[in-house]
């Protein structure tokens, strides 16, 4: 079955610093994998997604996520952190397009002024 | 246009009893999915409905059950209520069954069971 691990429920950087979210996926062919962002008290809303189409996906809010399949990994990164990005980060997978999405833990972003 | 919505957006319950949970879609969507967000933990996917008919099912009980209508829009109903169902629940909608994954999310209706 398809699973989703993040490491480190809470992550906290200073303004201006680069952020690092990690997620690592199981899966014996490579699936479909997301980055959804949540602000408090709202949905959840797509950050990226990649498809196999390239490695190194851009979003939006200046987000971006590099899958490696040695690795398993699909890491999220932004070169500057800002006060608004401040949210609960889901990385995500489904195994086929028709496929149910499958939500990792979470991981709690703070941003320190 | 119009997100996804849902409502009512908060309630409260006490156990035994039942409730209906409402999501209406994008317009021009037609897949319709339901999740389950409990304190602190992600997304649990309950149920995917698309043109009707339920497209697949996650690991809940059979309190749980689904429908979707012919205009898209979508009910949740969970009877018998545990203080374990405590959670939001989460509405989305795609375009067609074949999603990708992208899912647009509604805000949620966050119960209380006491």
């Known amino acids: 079955a398809q699973s989703v691990t993040q490491l480190g429920s809470h992550v906290s950087v200073s303004e201006g610093a680069l952020v690092l979210l990690r997620c690592n996926y199981s899966?014996?062919?490579?699936?479909?994998l997301f980055w959804y962002v949540q602000y408090p008290n709202q949905g959840l809303q797509l950050l990226l997604k990649?498809?196999?189409?390239?490695?190194l996906v851009k979003g939006i809010n200046g987000f971006e996520a590099e899958f490696k399949k040695s690795e398993t990994s699909f890491h999220l990164t932004k070169p500057s952190a800002h006060m608004s990005d401040a949210a609960e980060y889901f990385c995500?997978?489904?195994?086929?397009?028709?496929?149910?999405?499958?939500f990792g833990p979470g991981t709690s972003l703070s941003v320190i002024p | 246009d119009a997100g996804v919505t849902q409502s009512p957006t908060h309630l409260i319950k006490t156990r035994g009893q039942q409730v209906t949970l409402r999501c209406s879609p994008i317009?021009?969507?037609?897949?319709v999915s339901w999740y389950q967000q409990v304190l602190g933990q992600g997304p649990q996917f309950i149920f995917q409905?698309?043109?009707?008919?339920?497209?697949g099912r996650g690991n809940f009980p059979d309190r749980f059950s689904a429908r979707q209508f012919p205009n898209y829009s979508s009910e949740l109903n969970v009877n018998a209520l545990l203080l374990g169902d405590s959670a939001l629940y989460l509405c989305?909608?795609?375009?067609?069954?074949?999603?990708?994954?992208?899912?647009?999310f509604g805000e949620g209706s966050r119960l209380t069971v006491l």
């Open positions: 989305a909608s795609s375009r067609t069954a074949e999603n990708g994954g992208e899912l647009f």
């Open positions: 990649y498809t196999s189409a390239a490695t």
């Open positions: 995500a997978v489904t195994k086929t397009s028709y496929d149910k999405v499958i």
């Open positions: 409905y698309y043109e009707k008919e339920e497209r």
């Open positions: 317009s021009g969507h037609k897949s």
């Open positions: 899966s014996s062919v490579p699936p479909y």
